[in-house]
């Protein structure tokens, strides 16, 4: 499974293609993406992890149709978040019976749709969410699969916006109140399984080892108790390298599971977003302008914050590679985009060579890097391209300028 970027004659490559060929087709900002990458992350889990376990792959990370395509075809579940999710899981012909829906907000309507086309199982985050499921289902005359999302309360020792699991999280059903609430008589929901998220970018798999007990412990008291569970859901998180990390691999991640699990007579499901696509994509950009500032130097480009927001949001890092290959290890430099915020930035003090006109790859762009793109400033979201084997396609135009208003309009 070797990483898709390498530069070749001196031109940055993804796997067989020249990033430089595609800009010249598609123009920046434009996204671009392995598919051989990705279908080969999908299979090394799925491979670890052994047929006893339904590997979801968690959509919000990139909902891109031809991506999830690939991942259906692969035999994929998909953990969604939203009515918007389903129905593209859907339309990229992703199969309902291998569904799970997670979120602390799911409207009346996204509950009623998703028991419609039969998902195999609703998360659930609440009592009033149980109570809601409850009765939807009832009014449909069906059983509504349900497993509890609770919450472990475990620190997963990451960035505070993408842990999930501790006791003050919003997030899930402390264990004590899930146990109360499956032991309860609900003629409309059956109870199949117990779910658990406690975060993201994870590096240390202790914490995810310490869920999966506290989760096993209590499949087995409500075992004991006579309730016919099925599954457990262990959630998704598992880290991948952005800078100089050291992430877990597909096979210690199934060591972690099958320590705290093993014997325990229970289908599992994970949820893996970052740890298929992160590192299957890269953000193209071109340079705008050099400039310096007193003692500061400042490299512009033509991607912004509402292209990729993570460096704003987290303040993380993406590793940057120009496209020509350089020749010396270059000056230092904040990367900063055409917003009008001090925060519109990809990288600070960074050791680049760049001038205006050259182009550069962002990378470990694949996860959280479109889907949480905007049109903020009335700026057109990036193109999309997907590279398997040797063929490149477009599989999301770069929207255009009547994109922005086209929902104003003729109202
Ligand atoms: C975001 C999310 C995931 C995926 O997280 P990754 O870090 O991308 O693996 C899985 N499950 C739930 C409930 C989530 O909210």
Redesign the pocket.
């Given at each position: 499974m070797s990483h898709p970027l390498h530069y070749r004659h001196g031109e940055l490559c993804l796997d067989d293609t020249r990033l430089a060929d595609l800009v010249h087709a598609h123009g920046t900002p434009t996204y671009v993406y392995s598919g051989r990458y990705l279908q080969e992350r999908y299979q090394a889990f799925a491979h670890a992890l052994g047929p006893n376990t339904l590997l979801c792959y968690?959509v919000?990370?990139n909902s891109n149709l031809h991506l999830l395509g690939l991942l259906a075809r692969l035999g994929a579940g998909f953990?969604i978040?939203s009515g918007g999710e389903l129905e593209r899981v859907l339309r990229a012909g992703g199969d309902p019976r291998r569904i799970v829906f997670?979120?602390v907000g799911k409207s009346r309507a996204e509950i009623r749709r998703a028991l419609e086309v039969g998902i195999f199982c609703l998360?659930v985050e609440s009592a009033a969410e149980l109570e809601r499921v409850s009765a939807i289902a009832q009014e449909l005359g069906v059983q509504a699969p349900v497993a509890l999302r609770v919450n472990p309360d475990v620190d997963p020792g990451t960035h505070p916006y993408?842990a999930?699991g501790l006791q003050e999280s919003k997030f899930g059903i402390p264990i004590a109140e899930a146990e109360t609430l499956y032991a309860q008589s609900w003629p409309h929901v059956q109870f199949i399984g117990i779910a658990a998220?406690i975060g993201?970018?994870l590096l240390d798999l202790a914490p995810i080892g310490e869920a999966a007990r506290r989760l096993r412990s209590l499949y087995e008291r409500l075992q004991a108790h006579g309730l016919p569970l099925r599954h457990l859901d262990l959630?998704?998180?598992?880290g991948i390298r952005y800078h100089n990390e050291t992430p877990p691999t597909p096979a210690d991640y199934a060591a972690t599971l099958e320590e705290a699990l093993a014997s325990l007579p229970a289908q599992r499901v994970v949820?893996?977003?970052?740890?298929l696509v992160g590192n299957a994509g890269v953000l193209l950009t071109r340079v705008e302008y050099r400039k310096s500032n007193g003692s500061k130097e400042f490299c512009v480009v033509d991607a912004a914050m509402n292209d990729l927001l993570r460096p704003s949001l987290y303040g993380a890092w993406h590793d940057i590679l120009p496209l020509q290959e350089p020749r010396a290890a270059g000056t230092p430099m904040d990367v900063v985009g055409p917003v009008c915020e001090s925060g519109d930035f990809f990288a600070r003090n960074r050791l680049l060579q760049a001038e205006a006109g050259d182009l550069l790859a962002i990378l470990g762009a694949g996860?959280?890097g479109f889907a949480m793109s905007s049109q903020y400033n009335s700026r057109p979201r990036a193109a999309e391209v997907l590279v398997l084997g040797q063929e490149n396609r477009l599989i999301r135009r770069r929207e255009t300028l009547a994109d922005l208003w086209a929902a104003e309009e003729d109202l």
């Amino acid at each position: 499974m070797s990483h898709p970027l390498h530069y070749r004659h001196g031109e940055l490559c993804l796997d067989d293609t020249r990033l430089a060929d595609l800009v010249h087709a598609h123009g920046t900002p434009t996204y671009v993406y392995s598919g051989r990458y990705l279908q080969e992350r999908y299979q090394a889990f799925a491979h670890a992890l052994g047929p006893n376990t339904l590997l979801c792959y968690a959509v919000k990370a990139n909902s891109n149709l031809h991506l999830l395509g690939l991942l259906a075809r692969l035999g994929a579940g998909f953990d969604i978040v939203s009515g918007g999710e389903l129905e593209r899981v859907l339309r990229a012909g992703g199969d309902p019976r291998r569904i799970v829906f997670s979120g602390v907000g799911k409207s009346r309507a996204e509950i009623r749709r998703a028991l419609e086309v039969g998902i195999f199982c609703l998360n659930v985050e609440s009592a009033a969410e149980l109570e809601r499921v409850s009765a939807i289902a009832q009014e449909l005359g069906v059983q509504a699969p349900v497993a509890l999302r609770v919450n472990p309360d475990v620190d997963p020792g990451t960035h505070p916006y993408i842990a999930t699991g501790l006791q003050e999280s919003k997030f899930g059903i402390p264990i004590a109140e899930a146990e109360t609430l499956y032991a309860q008589s609900w003629p409309h929901v059956q109870f199949i399984g117990i779910a658990a998220h406690i975060g993201s970018q994870l590096l240390d798999l202790a914490p995810i080892g310490e869920a999966a007990r506290r989760l096993r412990s209590l499949y087995e008291r409500l075992q004991a108790h006579g309730l016919p569970l099925r599954h457990l859901d262990l959630g998704g998180g598992v880290g991948i390298r952005y800078h100089n990390e050291t992430p877990p691999t597909p096979a210690d991640y199934a060591a972690t599971l099958e320590e705290a699990l093993a014997s325990l007579p229970a289908q599992r499901v994970v949820e893996l977003g970052r740890a298929l696509v992160g590192n299957a994509g890269v953000l193209l950009t071109r340079v705008e302008y050099r400039k310096s500032n007193g003692s500061k130097e400042f490299c512009v480009v033509d991607a912004a914050m509402n292209d990729l927001l993570r460096p704003s949001l987290y303040g993380a890092w993406h590793d940057i590679l120009p496209l020509q290959e350089p020749r010396a290890a270059g000056t230092p430099m904040d990367v900063v985009g055409p917003v009008c915020e001090s925060g519109d930035f990809f990288a600070r003090n960074r050791l680049l060579q760049a001038e205006a006109g050259d182009l550069l790859a962002i990378l470990g762009a694949g996860a959280y890097g479109f889907a949480m793109s905007s049109q903020y400033n009335s700026r057109p979201r990036a193109a999309e391209v997907l590279v398997l084997g040797q063929e490149n396609r477009l599989i999301r135009r770069r929207e255009t300028l009547a994109d922005l208003w086209a929902a104003e309009e003729d109202l």
